[in-house]
C-alpha cells in the first residue's frame, strides 16, 4: 500500500469525521493530492484536490460540506467532512503522483 487513508467509520446523517491520507511509512512526499470515492456499485467520483501551493477545489456534490487541507510537516493530507448524508456512504481514497491506497470506508446512516 502506497498511500494510506484512514480516519473512516460509521456515522449518523449530519454528522462529520475526518479522514487523513498519509504515504505509508513515509515513504514518498506528497504533491498535489486527490481524494475520490466510490459508492456501493457506482463508479469512482473525485471529490476534491489541493495542490502543493495549497489551493483547492471541489466536486459541487461536496462544496460547502467538505474541507480539504494539507500539513507539509506530517506530509498529511485531510478531508474533513461535515453535514453528512447517506449519499455520502462510499470508500473513500487519496492520490497523489499516480499512487493509490486501499481507501477507507464511510458510512451514514440516516
Known amino acids: 500500500v502506497q498511500l494510506q487513508a484512514s480516519g473512516g467509520g460509521l456515522v449518523q446523517a449530519g454528522g462529520s469525521l475526518r479522514l487523513s491520507c498519509a504515504p505509508s511509512g513515509n515513504s514518498f512526499t506528497l504533491s498535489d493530492v486527490n481524494w475520490f470515492r466510490r459508492a456501493p456499485g457506482g463508479p469512482r467520483e473525485w471529490i476534491a484536490v489541493?495542490?502543493?501551493?495549497?489551493?483547492?477545489n471541489y466536486a459541487d456534490s461536496v462544496e460547502g460540506r467538505f474541507t480539504i487541507s494539507r500539513d507539509s510537516d506530517k506530509n498529511t493530507v485531510y478531508l474533513e467532512m461535515k453535514e453528512l448524508k447517506p449519499d455520502d456512504t462510499a470508500v473513500y481514497s487519496c492520490n497523489s503522483r499516480g499512487r493509490w491506497g486501499q481507501g477507507t470506508l464511510v458510512t451514514v446512516s440516516s
Open positions: 489541493i495542490t502543493i501551493y495549497g489551493t483547492t
